[in-house]
């Protein structure tokens, strides 16, 4: 039996979705460490890519066999590793040889020639496309042949994407050889998506030609000369069926994954060139035989000791599985087997694949919030395959910082961290406050204890809210953590609010997780921190909810953004009277439905209140300020049983009206838009201000541009203060004394790599109302920054802090 040289897609691609902003269900994800994004299996050894870190450089770690279990023996970075230098990406090893593909974030791609010298491997060469040629993803696939080097290119929307082609020469230098291109490109094909390997023939996908129908490019040559044979497709296809995302080839046969074939189902064809005529015809299919819908099958296809392997990574709730079967010289398989994720649900093992002979590795990219793992199936004496390890790689994570305060220095640097006018108190990383591996921050509220006076901040996980003292803000103390409900998935969306001692605690995106009520006075006597808390009371008449709203003067709190059950009230204003802290009831509905994405009316945030600013006919009514997606939608909720919508208003470039908060004369409202910087409608961190001194007739004023180029999220204001959370710039604090032309004072960058450009993670939002000055910021794979604004016109030499 005869198999491909080598063959390796590092991820097999998506269908290109609508943005969406990622404070909704289905949103791009934030920065994911990606372990098993790319595999592949040598003699004895697993390779195993990381390319996405963003704390530290990419990485191969490289795992053997001893003592029964596979255990990490070392690892691999670029010569010239840098932190998010993406080197991992793609990974193809052929004897002595190893190709290692690198996609830094924002900038070109390389490929890296690492060679085996005395048991050790030793970088070799660094591979660049020419800077004259179309090198989109340049490092996204590798492959290797006998003495050359492949280095796929897919593309973009705007091109149709190439391979490129290196060759050892005598004296051992990488040369570069020549660009493949398809003879007929178009934009999107994504041509060099997948590489197959023959000797003297390559097999290229281009898996999104024709509207992501797709197609295998066969060219064939050798030294320095390949041209395009042949080109072949699934009979019929369909557009967005992705027929080429992978390739392998047993015998003779071509095998061809398919993911998107029936409405994302997927197939895996396998295809045989006919002699006589010259043409590639099919010659049978694989299917998933436990399918329900949408198992993106053939998302990876490899041989492994003489079995198909194929991916599926959507099957089995997401959890992924792969499907082996047993060859058959002719077809149809003689057999197969499902082998499903051990991790359960929310995996979506499958994605890579690659092996040899016994032993075979799945790439599980999901697992632990996104930070990936890759299982190791080894096939025992009785020809059975079953799970032998599953591998990981240490968190991703900054040393926390605590013991005294660290100024802002002149050259405007606390550590890593970027500043002006702002000290660091402390830092508590995700994992010292009770995050696991690959969990992520998201929002923050909290609570001064009216008899003690103690602080405490309530700060959101994806797995659960964790309680930190910071009454002594240079020594935060981790309380303890309470789970997220029973059966509820982990969220990277979870909120909380407080009244009367009590914290009322949602998530979105996690079934039927429900109002989550915590009485805090537990926090003043906990014995040997950090514990595990439970919750005292549970408010089920919701589901999933985005957000908790809490006007504390009148005792209601409103569920926001609700799904997946319960009373939705269409995703509007879910009203709960929570005058008895621990029994919450439910008091009705509000929701503007000419607002919103969908036209149900749906709000993503509000700030309610009594309201006591200039329109007159509202005075000491309750009236809800809501970002609803598409407009700014204003509601008086005094009659619970009968609220009503007093105006609705929509601004210029609006792409996700997202939150915003009151000045405290309840004049202006300023309000985030979350999508508008990376859809290209402003050209940086806009703030747009309402004067809402009519409430009918509520009137943008102005708009404030950052000095960063950052997504914003979430705002609040003190005084003459406003405090912004604005993902990869961190906290941006403005000076709105005068109303309509704010003016930024000071920050604190949260996110010391990368570029403060549109994007998400960073800092997800902040809590600036503690009596002390403190400022509480969560920051999503960084953890939680205990802050202090320093007074204006005091230099570094002079400030001291009050604690």
Not at 299 to 321: F, K
Not at 566 to 587: S, V
Not at 763 to 774: D, L, M, R, T, V
Request: charged residues 20%; hydrophobic residues 35%.
């Amino acid at each position: 039996m005869k198999f491909g040289v080598l063959c390796l897609a590092a991820l097999a691609g998506a269908v290109a979705a609508p943005l969406a902003a990622q404070s909704l269900p289905g949103a791009p994800a934030q920065e994911l460490a990606q372990f098993g994004g790319s595999i592949a299996v040598g003699e004895g050894e697993v390779f195993v890519g990381e390319p996405g870190n963003v704390m530290r450089p990419g990485l191969v770690s490289i795992y053997r066999q001893t003592a029964g279990s596979w255990t990490e023996q070392g690892q691999l970075q670029a010569p010239d590793a840098q932190d998010a230098d993406g080197f991992g990406a793609s990974l193809a090893v052929s004897g002595e040889w190893m190709l290692v593909g690198a996609r830094p974030r924002g900038s070109d791609g390389s490929a890296h020639v690492m060679r085996l010298q005395g048991g050790a491997w030793a970088p070799e060469a660094r591979l660049t496309a020419p800077s004259d040629s179309d090198a989109a993803s340049f490092g996204a696939v590798v492959a290797l042949g006998e003495g050359t080097a492949f280095v796929g290119s897919p593309g973009s929307q705007e091109s149709p994407g190439a391979v490129h082609v290196f060759r050892r020469g005598a004296n051992g230098s990488w040369d570069y050889v020549e660009r493949l291109a398809a003879s007929d490109p178009a934009p999107g094909d994504g041509f060099g998506g997948s590489i197959l390997v023959d000797g003297n023939r390559i097999f290229v996908g281009a898996s999104g030609r024709d509207d992501g129908a797709g197609a295998v490019h066969v060219l064939d040559g050798s030294g320095s000369t390949w041209s395009e044979t042949a080109r072949f497709s699934a009979p019929g296809a369909q557009r967005n069926e992705r027929f080429g995302a992978s390739l392998a080839r047993v015998d003779d046969r071509v095998l061809v994954g398919a993911p998107g074939t029936g409405q994302g189902l997927g197939v895996v064809y396998a295809f045989r060139l006919n002699e006589t005529s010259g043409q590639w015809q099919e010659q049978s299919r694989l299917f998933p035989y436990q399918a329900t819908r949408q198992e993106a099958f053939g998302s990876a296809v490899a041989v492994i000791g003489g079995d198909v392997w194929v991916g599926s990574p959507r099957s089995n709730g997401a959890g992924g599985a792969a499907y082996v079967y047993s060859d058959a010289e002719d077809g149809p398989w003689s057999s197969a087997v499902r082998l499903a994720s051990p991790l359960g649900p929310g995996g979506q093992m499958g994605a890579t694949l690659a092996g040899r002979g016994d032993v075979a590795a799945a790439g599980v990219l999901g697992a632990d919030y996104g930070a990936g793992r890759v299982v190791v199936f080894q096939r025992g004496t009785d020809g059975e395959w079953a799970v032998a390890s599953e591998l990981v790689s240490p968190p991703e994570r900054f040393a926390s910082i605590t013991g005294a305060e660290v100024k802002c220095s002149e050259e405007g640097e606390i550590a890593q961290f970027g500043c002006q006018d702002v000290e660091l108190l402390s830092f508590l990383s995700v994992g010292d406050i009770g995050g696991e591996r690959g969990v992520r921050m998201n929002d923050v509220w909290g609570w001064t204890d009216p008899e003690t006076n103690r602080e405490y901040v309530i700060a959101g996980r994806m797995d659960g809210t964790a309680f930190v003292d910071i009454t002594d803000p240079l020594n935060p103390v981790y309380l303890g953590n309470l789970p997220r409900t029973e059966g509820s998935p982990g969220a990277a969306w979870r909120d909380m609010k407080v009244y009367q001692n009590h914290a009322y605690i949602v998530a979105d995106a996690s079934q039927a997780h429900g109002v989550q009520v915590f009485d805090l006075t537990r926090l003043r006597n906990v014995q040997n921190a950090p514990v595990e808390f439970t919750m005292d009371a549970h408010y089920t008449r919701v589901n999933s909810v985005h957000n908790i709203v809490i006007n504390e003067e009148t005792g209601f709190a409103y569920a926001v953004g609700s799904s997946s059950g319960g009373e939705t009230c269409g995703g509007g204003l879910h009203m709960i009277d929570i005058r008895e802290p621990k029994n919450p009831t439910f008091a009705g509905c509000f929701s503007d439905a000419l607002t919103g994405r969908s036209g149900t009316g749906y709000t993503h945030d509000a700030q309610c209140v009594v309201y006591r600013g200039p329109d007159q006919r509202y005075q000491g009514k309750e009236i809800c300020f809501n970002a609803n997606e598409t407009a700014l939608s204003i509601a008086d909720v005094s009659d619970k049983s009968a609220p009503v919508a007093v105006s609705r208003a929509a601004y210029p470039n609006v792409a996700y009206s997202h939150q915003g908060w009151l000045d405290e004369e309840q004049r202006y409202f300023y309000m985030n838009d979350e999508l508008d910087e990376i859809s290209g409608l402003v050209q940086g961190t806009r703030t747009i201000i309402w004067d809402v001194s009519d409430l009918e007739d509520p009137r943008v004023v102005g708009e404030h541009t950052g000095s960063t180029g950052a997504s914003d999220h979430n705002l609040y204001i003190i005084g003459d203060l406003m405090y912004q959370s604005n993902y990869q710039s961190g906290l941006r604090i403005l000076d709105i004394s005068d109303r309509e032309n704010p003016v930024e004072v000071a920050f604190f960058d949260t996110v010391p790599y990368g570029t403060n450009t549109p994007g998400f993670g960073g800092s997800w939002s902040n809590y600036p109302y503690f009596p002390s000055g403190s400022i509480a910021v969560t920051s999503g794979g960084e953890g939680l920054f205990i802050l202090k604004k320093r007074p204006s016109g005091v230099p570094v030499s002079d400030q001291e802090l009050d604690h």
